[in-house]
């Protein structure tokens, strides 16, 4: 079929612009004042094609940190420079990050020019030219480039990519391939290939193998849709070699490179359309052939259209405004593009197999957007958990990060164990297709080899004491999985260490001792979901001691946070991170922290924090306040905003305060339904609830609740104590079979 443009669609609720320019929502204003904006104020995100957790990605290509699309550079804190005054564009690249923050693999590989001949040729292949006229939805970009009457459209396929150019006057039409191109336009944010091999295959054909950060890229090209047969030819720097069908360089260094690539030559006529296809591979030439697309630009771009809808169409919301439902419908779509999937494509290891990259990073993943793709697909979750044992079984160990690159990631300083809590998750909802015994195994070594888990199995104890959290919680992870398999030899050591977690704290003050935390301080890593909630709570002082601690980091009473600008001083950032505060969702490591008020019988606070944190996000190019990190903080909308959030490596679903009167998630044992009666900014408050028609006292959900059920919330603009009895059962919280009471724990009402 063809695609209406014009028809209204799901998609037309996406804007993948959203992100992409700094924060320009209003001044945080209530309770979210209060909060401490450390990082930096722009989503990170681009607008380029992409499918589903597709292997390949394509955009305007301007230099920008961190995806190579904008106009902006590399920043930490607050707002970022300003790289180049205007939007300007020097080709058409693949393979881009999407929201990330401080990574070191930018990839942005084979950059496509379209020019003429009359503009210069490869001499002005570097020439930056404006973009005008943008547009872009789910699998589809398209702009003009300013002085060259050229239209150029972007669509992706599961491992290609179509380009098509419309050319408003008569010229020679020159389509340059830059195989050599890697990185972004920051300083040693560039990609120097180590070695390259092409050829021509055609006059309308060529191919090439080029090794990029220690990993082989094989891309096929081919035009097609000419006037007259095109004339193809290889170059180097920006001199054409006219009679070479091959270039082979090896051993390229800083000193000696050059770029190289491949150029297409042919006369078109005014309005003529030339498409120019893509074909990758991690893995061979032959496949790169494989993978060329084979139909007309039209029909590619409406297939991957095709698989948006099914996609966003899994969650359904009612009930929502205009902008609710462009932020929420973009969010889905945000949390949906990584990581890449490229099954039987992983070049680090020779069999096939589910292969996943990009997971940039599981730290920031984990919590929110690995969990929401496991309950909307259990084929993902079986996908996923044999991918990281393949990574095990080739690299021996679990990847914290894992990109299209060889070396050392750098994110080993943050956290331990993460792989853990995925594998849980896989476990906790039933999925099949996994071998547990052989999970549990590889768990196991796992946490006792690397080198922050031998310190912790020797001394109880390691710093950053975010990898005594974690690797606490790892066990306990492993631990459920020996329990359910039977082995008690297991089972009894690792719940052992599950318990260690509790030496990280400072029993005095209830909160983190001392230690260095990345991205944070012990206040943002205080209050993470534990799998023995009471224990915490006690170490806090009991539940109201608990609860004045919460009120203190979300700011409940208290002065404005200072809001730092682009190139804040040391001294601003020290007098905001001195506050001790919620970091106001524009970073991940306290972002499950709002929905700690319902271990204490506060759910109208978690409705508050919730509730004032999606108003954050807006549907504009600078409607998000942080960075996105690969769908991390957008899945966090996309829970928060049904009113449901999940408790990352337990059989536990927290609900929360949807803003949708109804939303309907597509799951493989049915529907599951949440209704949401009178919800407004104003009845945020849960006053009553039930599943399947029994009254729910608590908020708390199991994986088995979700089957084909439906959860009735009754709302108010006043609290009155639902969700303060917190009497059931919560196994998962204190470890394996042990029944946990919250009644002591119950707190008077506050309004």
């Known amino acids: 079929m063809v695609l209406d443009m014009s028809s209204r669609s799901i998609l037309d ?5 959203i992100g992409t320019e700094p ?37 305007a290509y301007t230099g920008g940190y ?14 970022p420079p300003e790289l180049h005054p ?57 702009c003009r480039l300013e002085g060259t009457g050229i239209q150029v459209e972007l669509t992706v396929t599961s491992r290609g990519t179509v380009h098509r150019y419309t050319f408003s006057e008569a010229c020679t039409a020159l389509i340059m391939i830059d195989m050599s191109n890697g990185g972004i336009d920051i300083e040693d944010g560039q990609t120097v290939p180590q070695k390259a091999n092409l050829e021509i295959n055609s006059t309308n054909a060529a191919q090439g193998e080029v090794v990029l950060e220690g990993v082989p890229l094989h891309t ?66 032959r496949k790169a052939r494989r993978h060329l697309p084979s139909r007309r630009f039209e029909s590619e771009r409406d297939t991957t259209s095709e698989h948006w809808e099914k996609r966003l169409s899994m969650i359904a919301t009612e009930g929502g405004s205009s902008s609710q439902d462009k932020v929420f419908r973009t969010a889905l779509y945000r949390s949906m593009i990584k990581p890449c999937e490229a099954h039987n494509e992983s070049p680090f290891w020779p069999w096939d197999g589910p292969f996943y990259f990009d997971m940039c990073t599981m730290w920031d993943l ?71 015994e052989h999970a549990m195994t590889l768990m196991t070594r796992d946490i006792t080899r690397g080198a922050a888990g031998e310190i912790f199995f020797q001394k109880k104890l390691v710093h ?61 890593y205080s209050f993470r979901l534990f799998h023995d909630m009471p224990a915490r709570i006690e170490l806090s002082g009991g539940a109201e001691a608990f609860l004045t601690q919460l009120d203190a980091f979300f700011g409940f009473g208290s002065e404005a946070a ?97 803003i949708f009167t109804k939303t309907v998630m597509n799951l493989s044992g049915g529907a599951f339904t949440i209704r949401a009666s009178e919800t407004t900014d104003r009845n945020r408050y849960v006053v009553a609830a039930s599943i399947n028609g029994k009254p729910l006292h608590t908020p708390f959900l199991h994986w088995k609740d979700l089957q084909g059920s439906t959860l009735e919330l009754e709302m108010a603009d006043t609290p009155t104590g639902w969700g303060s009895k917190i009497s059931r059962s919560l196994s998962g919280h204190a470890g394996p079979n042990v029944a946990v009471s919250y009644t002591h724990l119950t707190l008077p009402t506050k309004a």
């Open 13 to 17: 609720d996406v804007d993948p612009f």
């Open 23 to 59: 924060m320009d929502v209003p001044v945080p204003q209530g309770l979210a004042s209060a909060w401490f904006f450390p990082k930096p104020m722009i989503g990170n995100t681009h607008p380029g094609a992409t499918r589903p957790m597709g292997m390949v990605s394509a955009c």
């Open 66 to 79: 961190p995806t190579g699309y904008g106009r902006w550079g590399k920043c930490l804190q607050g707002l």
């Open 86 to 142: 205007e939007k300007t564009c020097i080709g058409f690249t693949h393979f881009q990050q999407s929201g990330v923050g401080a990574i070191r693999k930018y990839y942005n590989y084979a950059r496509v020019v379209p020019g003429t001949k009359e503009l210069g040729g490869l001499e002005a292949i570097d020439e930056p030219r404006r973009l005008i006229d943008e547009f872009a939805r789910p699998g589809y970009y398209r």
């Open 220 to 285: 096929a090209v081919n035009l097609r849709y000419y006037e007259e047969e095109p004339r193809v030819s290889l170059w180097r720097g920006s001199t054409e070699l006219a009679e070479a069908d091959e270039l082979s360089i090896q051993h390229i260094r800083p000193s000696n490179y050059e770029p190289f690539g491949v150029m297409f030559e042919t006369p078109v006529t005014a309005g003529h359309q030339l498409e120019l296809q893509m074909g990758f591979s991690w893995r061979s030439s």
């Open 366 to 436: 984990y919590k929110t957007q690995l969990p929401l793709m496991m309950t909307l697909s259990t084929e993902f979750g079986r996908d996923f958990v044999n991918c990281l044992m393949d990574i095990f079984e080739a690299e021996g160990n679990f990847p914290i990060g894992y990109r299209m690159a060889r070396g050392f990631d750098r994110f080993d300083h943050q956290a331990s164990a993460l792989a853990h809590v995925t594998i849980a998750d896989a476990f906790t909802r039933d999925i099949d297709g996994i071998d547990w």
């Open 464 to 524: 950053p004491l975010t990898h005594t959290l974690d690797l606490a919680y790892g066990c306990y992870c492993t631990a459920r999985i020996a329990e359910k398999l039977g082995d008690q030899k297991l089972f009894s050591r690792m719940s052992e260490y599950a318990e260690l977690w509790k030496s990280a704290f400072n029993r005095e003050t209830g909160l983190l001792e001392n230690s260095t935390f990345y991205e944070g301080g012990k206040w943002n």
């Open 562 to 658: 200072p809001i730092v600008g682009c190139d804040p001083t040391p001294e601003e950032l020290e007098r905001g991170y001195a506050l001790n505060r919620f970091e106001g969702l524009c970073n991940e490591p306290d972002m499950e922290v709002p929905y700690a008020y319902c271990y204490v019988g506060r759910h109208d606070r978690t409705c508050d924090v919730i509730r004032e944190g999606l108003k954050l996000f807006t549907p504009s190019p600078g409607g998000m306040v942080g960075n996105d990190d690969s769908g991390a903080m957008t899945s966090w909308y996309v829970w928060s905003s049904i009113g449901l959030f999940p408790v990352a490596g337990q059989d536990l679903f927290v609900v929360g305060s949807p």
